[in-house]
C-alpha cells in the first residue's frame, strides 16, 4: 500500500501542503512516519474541514463574499494547528501528533462554516459581548472531547514533544531547521540576558534599541543584498507596521492575492482607515493580477501583497510571473517570506533568491519564528523606505523592542543556518520524500 493510501481514505486526493514542508531536519520524524499510516482517520477527517472551507476562527466577516480559491477561508490555517486527541502509536509505542486533529463536519463541531462565523460576528445590540456569549462551538467541541487547540506541551525538543504526559513526534511545528533547542542558539540568549537582561522595557524609537538590533540588520541587510534591515519585535508586527505606514492615503491600492497571511489582511485594514483601498486578485494568478492593476486609475499608487510562500498550501509564490507584471504596471512589490527564508532559495534566502530575483522586490519580510528558532521579525528594502517605515508605522514606533534574547537566538540560528547547510539540504530532502509518497 502506498503512503498515501496508508494516510488518506481511497479515492482522496492529496495536495501540496504545509506538512510537506514541516519535517525538520531530523532522521526521526522519517522514522515516525510509519506510525502516521494508523491516522488516515484523523487526515481524512482534517481533509474534510479544509476541503469544506473550515478551519480556525475567521474574525473577518467581510471577506466571506471573496472565498479563497482552494475553499479555505485566505488567511486561516486550521490544518496546522491544534493535533489529534491522543495521537496514535508507532512502531516504537511513540505517539504521533497529528496536525489538523479537528471534529468532522456535520456535528456540534469547532468548524463553523464561514456564513456562520459572518451571522455570529455580526450580532449588534446594546452588550458588544453579545456574540461572546452566543459562540457555543468550542464548549460543544470541549465537551465532545475534541477541542484540539491551545493543547499546551509539557516538553518540546523539536521533532518530539510531551503532550498530557505521552510522547508524540511533532509534524506540525515551524521549527525547520531544528534550531529552537540547539545549545549554541540557547546560549547565545543567556550570554544577551547576562548582557542586556530580560528586556529593554522600552520602544526602538526611546530607549528600546541596542547594539544587537543594529549588528543584526546590518547581518541581514549585507546577506540579502539589501541597502537596509529592519528587526521588528515580531512577525505579525513586520507586516501591520509596514502596509500601514505605507498605504497611508485615498490614493494608496493594496492589490493582495486572496490567499495572504491573517497579518497582512490586518495591515491592509489599517491602510483602509486611512483612505487606501483593497483589490483582491485570484490566488497566485499573474493575469488576475495584470487585470487588477489596469483598471487603477492613473493617480492610484499600487502596492501588491503576497506570501513567499503560502502558509495553508506550501505553494510556492509565482513571482517570476508576478514580478514582470509589478513592473509593467509600476506598482511596487512586499512579499511575506516568513515560511521561505531557510527552506527554499540558494542558502535558503528566501523566494525570490530561489526565482533570482532578488533585485526586483521592493520589500521582503519575515519572521524569526520559523527557521530562526526565536520569536522577532524582520523586514529588508530601501534605506529610505525602512526609515519612513521606523518614522511612521504607530506598530513599531510605540511598542517594546525585540527582547535581547530573542534578537541575540535568532542571530545564532541564522549564522548556524549559514555554517550548517545540511539542515537546509535535510530538510528538502525530507518534504521531496513525503511529496512523492504522497504523489503515488
Not at 367 to 380: D, E, H, M, P, R
Amino acid at each position: 500500500m502506498s503512503l498515501k493510501d496508508k494516510m488518506f481514505d481511497r479515492g482522496r486526493k492529496v495536495a501540496t501542503s504545509p506538512a510537506m514542508m514541516r519535517f525538520i531536519s531530523d532522521d526521526r520524524v522519517m522514522k515516525a512516519a510509519e506510525g502516521v499510516m494508523d491516522a488516515r482517520g484523523r487526515f481524512a477527517a482534517a481533509w474534510d474541514i479544509l476541503k469544506n472551507g473550515h478551519g480556525l476562527p475567521n474574525i473577518d466577516p467581510a471577506l466571506d463574499d471573496h472565498p479563497s480559491d482552494n475553499g479555505v477561508n485566505g488567511h486561516t490555517n486550521g490544518h496546522k494547528n491544534g493535533h489529534a486527541k491522543n495521537g496514535h502509536k508507532n512502531g516504537n509505542g511513540v505517539r504521533v501528533a497529528i496536525s489538523g486533529g479537528v471534529p468532522v463536519k456535520g456535528s456540534d463541531d469547532l468548524g463553523e462554516s464561514m456564513k456562520e462565523r459572518a451571522s455570529l460576528a455580526s450580532i449588534g445590540g446594546r452588550d458588544v459581548f453579545e456574540k461572546a456569549y452566543k459562540f457555543t462551538a468550542a464548549d460543544n467541541a470541549r465537551k465532545m472531547g475534541m477541542y484540539p487547540f491551545f493543547r499546551p506541551l509539557d516538553f518540546n525538543d523539536g521533532p518530539e514533544a510531551e503532550i498530557d504526559g505521552k510522547r508524540v513526534v511533532m509534524f506540525g511545528s515551524n521549527n525547520y531547521l531544528g534550531l529552537t533547542t540547539h545549545p549554541k542558539v540557547r546560549e547565545a540568549a543567556q550570554a544577551a540576558i547576562d548582557r542586556f537582561g530580560t528586556s529593554m522595557t522600552g520602544s526602538r524609537l526611546v530607549n528600546g534599541s541596542m547594539k544587537l538590533h543594529e549588528e543584526f540588520e546590518e547581518k541581514l541587510a549585507a546577506w540579502f543584498g539589501t541597502e537596509a534591515a529592519l528587526v521588528f519585535t515580531t512577525g505579525y508586527q513586520v507586516n501591520i507596521a509596514s502596509l500601514s505606514a505605507l498605504l497611508s492615503n485615498k490614493s494608496s491600492v493594496a492589490v493582495i492575492d486572496r490567499n495572504v497571511h491573517a497579518s497582512l489582511y490586518d495591515g491592509v485594514r489599517l491602510g483602509q482607515a486611512a483612505g487606501a483601498r483593497m483589490v483582491r486578485y485570484r490566488h497566485n494568478d499573474a493575469k488576475s493580477l495584470d487585470d487588477r492593476l489596469s483598471k487603477l486609475e492613473d493617480s492610484e499608487g499600487a502596492l501588491v501583497i503576497t506570501d513567499g510562500v503560502f502558509s495553508a498550501e506550501g505553494e510556492i509564490a509565482h513571482l517570476d510571473e508576478i514580478v514582470p507584471v509589478v513592473k509593467k504596471h509600476g506598482a511596487r512589490l512586499f512579499v511575506d517570506d516568513a515560511h521561505a527564508l531557510g527552506v527554499i532559495g540558494p542558502e535558503g534566502k528566501g523566494t525570490a533568491a530561489h526565482f533570482g530575483l532578488m533585485d526586483q522586490v521592493d520589500l521582503v519580510g519575515g519572521t524569526f519564528s520559523k527557521s530562526l528558532a526565536s520569536i522577532g521579525g524582520w523586514l529588508v528594502g530601501e534605506r529610505k523606505v525602512l526609515d519612513y517605515i521606523r518614522h511612521f508605522a504607530p506598530s513599531f514606533m510605540f511598542a517594546a523592542s525585540a527582547a535581547p534574547p530573542s534578537v541575540a537566538a535568532a542571530m545564532a540560528a541564522f549564522d548556524m543556518m549559514l555554517e550548517e547547510p545540511w539542515r537546509i539540504a535535510k530538510l528538502r530532502e525530507n518534504f521531496t520524500y513525503m511529496k512523492t509518497e504522497l504523489e503515488k
